[in-house]
């Protein structure tokens, strides 16, 4: 079996045409658009790249972008009246602090510090609780995004087993509650997981989220399956790769996505819509469609 590659531009690409359409319509009612405030901290270069590409698609979308910038020396409290001015500024609609922060800053705090119905990133515990209760209101964006790819393809969840490697908070635990609510079968392993492969092998959809290059490796796949690589490492010779072995992975999965180009594009396009999201959860009583 050569597995069919998901081509995470071309489903972003979907979910940009919707929002840039309901933006557009927002407009001929007379209402604003949708505004995301950027908080940057310190220049860790991945992450300089990552804001970058997320007001780059602000400004594709016509989405008001508030970029802010801070050094990494700003102390906790600094930080945390920032995010206050955000929250009470009513032309805010989402509020998103790139991670991981330098320092002795504490993401937990910040993010606890941001209005929910503003977190466009959906990892305030109210909105995580949201999702774990089937209520979700503003989403975790990766794991969203990995949902849409699997329904791109048709994806089946009932009884499944999905087996997701790596329990962060970004990506692994919010995957297993998107899954579940789906139907799933789900398995979460990590680092105190005794046997990976033993796990693996028994995934019929598998979706690896460690930064480690190369970890799961092609014949661990059951034949048939269908493989979502959350991971993106650069290589000493300045390659991107997954953490699934891309070329034996391709011989036994139905389904896999490439990196870069899988699940990337779809954290964006997510972020964008909870954006559009956030923004109608603050229009007026009267405007609310
Ligand atoms: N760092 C890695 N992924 C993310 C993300 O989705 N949102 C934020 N804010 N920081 C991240």
């Known amino acids: 079996m050569t597995a069919k590659i998901i081509d995470g531009k071309t489903v972003a690409a979907r979910v940009y045409t919707l929002v840039r359409t309901d933006i557009a319509a927002r407009a001929s009612r007379g209402l604003r658009p949708p505004a995301l405030a950027t908080v940057l901290i310190g220049n860790d270069p991945a992450s300089e790249i990552y804001v970058r590409n997320k007001r780059a698609a602000c400004q594709e979308l016509g989405i008001r972008s508030l970029p802010i910038e801070l050094s ?24 998103l602090v790139q991670l991981p922060l330098p320092g002795v800053l504490d993401s937990a705090a910040v993010i606890e510090r941001i209005r929910p119905d503003k977190d466009v990133d959906g990892f305030h515990p109210y909105n995580v609780g949201r999702l774990a209760q089937r209520i979700p209101l503003l989403r975790p964006c990766t794991p969203a995004g990995v949902m849409v790819l699997l329904e791109s393809i ?35 392993t990590h680092r105190f997981t005794r046997d990976l492969r033993a796990d ?26 269908t493989v979502i690589d959350v991971g993106i490492n650069r290589m000493p010779d300045g390659r991107l790769v997954g953490d699934v072995e891309f070329e034996g992975t391709k011989e036994r999965a139905a389904y896999l996505t490439p990196v870069p180009g899988g699940v990337g594009p779809m954290t964006v396009a997510m972020l964008m819509q909870n954006t559009l999201a956030a923004a109608r959860l603050h229009d007026g009583p009267t405007e609310r469609s």
């Open 72 to 95: 990494a020396a700003t102390p906790q409290a600094q930080l945390l009246s920032e995010i206050d001015r955000l929250n009470s500024d009513s032309s805010v609609d989402g509020i």
């Open 154 to 188: 048709g994806e089946k969840f009932h009884g499944r087993q999905a087996v997701i490697v790596g329990a962060s908070n970004i990506v692994g635990r919010p995957m297993a509650l998107e899954l579940l609510r789906a139907g799933a079968v789900v398995t979460i």
């Open 200 to 225: 693996i092998e028994k995934a019929e959809i598998l979706v690896v989220a460690v930064g480690k290059p190369g970890l799961v490796k092609g014949d661990w796949i059951r034949p048939g399956a």
